[in-house]
DNA sequence: ATGAATGTAAACACAATGTCCATATATTTC
DNA sequence: GAAATATATGGACATTGTGTTTACATTCAT
């Protein structure tokens, strides 16, 4: 039963294909298109011509662009989440946020990312999932790691953690998004030092 | 020469119109379909019937749909831009945060900026106009006020302003934009607070 | 083996983009 | 004031993407 693998991009004929190869196709294809060309490029057409799946089935299983653009993207990039713990806050988060920067910085994600966020705007759909999958998990990695700070007494007792990483994070997407100044190691390491020594003066 | 207004919406013959008038009706015609229906539903088409004005004079004009939106969002808005000097940097902060958050709360600009920004991420006209004409000339005045208070004495020297509004704006930013949490008075307070006290202990 | 589930191709209707044209009117120039 | 020029208008067109419908082929489960 050897299936012949057709060397050429996307020719097939009529008939069911196994649900599952389908999916990883579909999948392949949509992070392949969305880390090469971005969101604009991106069209429902575009992915299943390149997937060798019809318009059909994908409308089928994802109910909206944005949702199939990020199952795109994590197929493409995978989970890539970590927090180190070393007992140093300030390092940790130093050390997170330029990792944090340099995947914005170096990688094709700085581009996607934005643009994912973007269409989110307009996409209730893919808003919600964004929150869901993506923002959501990553926020409460850092809460938790300044929340064990907090325990280990690094940090004043009344401040609020989630608003620390909006003035963590928030401050990179805030450049990421509106790029008036530039996203640098030497940007991530002042948010740190900003932030838990004060910028003022008494 | 008493120029027949039209009662119904848009009903025209054919000819040239004064051009400022034209203008004038394809901005306010703009303006309105934003503001009521977002960025979703804003089509040039859509607002060429708006105004009465035919796309092919759209084209002519405006370089991208986004370049219409936000010449759109500014004439219904308009610059409604000012920055408190009291000589207290915690307070002008926080009065201005405060002012920002409620525009973004209780205001339909709320719904627009996010989707103008979100726009902005896959069309570089409307990236460069945003930075241009709206977050450059906002940055500028929240850095100038910073540059202020540190020559008061009131900052620490080595502190960068630019970093700063972005740990105060750009933390607002955030929330509006990947909305997990919500964007509220308190936020704003401990924001300000934050910064300038400082969250480590010793 | 048989039938239900599901992918495929092809066609359609629809909306919006972007670009023609010929024509009519405003503005400028003489 | 009249002619020349600039430009807005309506209408038509090709193109692209969305989303749905229909008939058919193949896989998967029983």
Redesign the pocket.
């Known amino acids: 039963m050897v299936t012949q693998q057709a060397p050429e991009p996307a020719r097939?004929?009529?008939?069911?294909?196994?649900?599952a190869e389908?999916r990883r196709e579909v999948l392949r294809a949509a992070g392949e298109l969305l880390l090469t060309e971005g969101m604009a490029a991106f069209?429902?057409?575009?992915v299943a011509a390149l997937s060798?799946?019809?318009?059909?089935?994908l409308?089928?299983?994802w109910p909206?662009?944005g949702a199939l653009a990020l199952d795109g993207y994590f197929d493409a990039v995978g989970p890539t989440l970590a927090f180190p713990d070393t007992g140093d806050i300030a390092a940790d988060l130093t050390a997170q946020l330029r990792a944090f920067v340099h995947l914005m910085r170096d990688t094709r994600a700085g581009r996607v990312m934005p643009e994912l966020i973007g269409h989110a705007q307009t996409d209730p759909e893919l808003s919600a999932l964004l929150r869901e999958r993506y923002s959501a998990p990553r926020r409460a990695l850092a809460v938790e790691a300044l929340e064990r700070a907090k325990e280990r007494g690094r940090l004043r007792e009344d401040v609020d953690p989630e608003v620390v990483v909006d003035q963590l994070w928030g401050a990179c997407y805030h450049r990421l998004l509106i790029p008036d100044q530039p996203l640098t190691d030497e940007f991530a390491e002042a948010l740190v030092r900003n932030l838990l020594a004060g910028i003022g003066r008494p």
């Open positions: 097939r004929g009529r008939g069911r294909r196994p649900a389908v069209t429902i057409e575009r060798g799946a019809s318009r059909v089935t409308y089928k299983w909206s662009k």
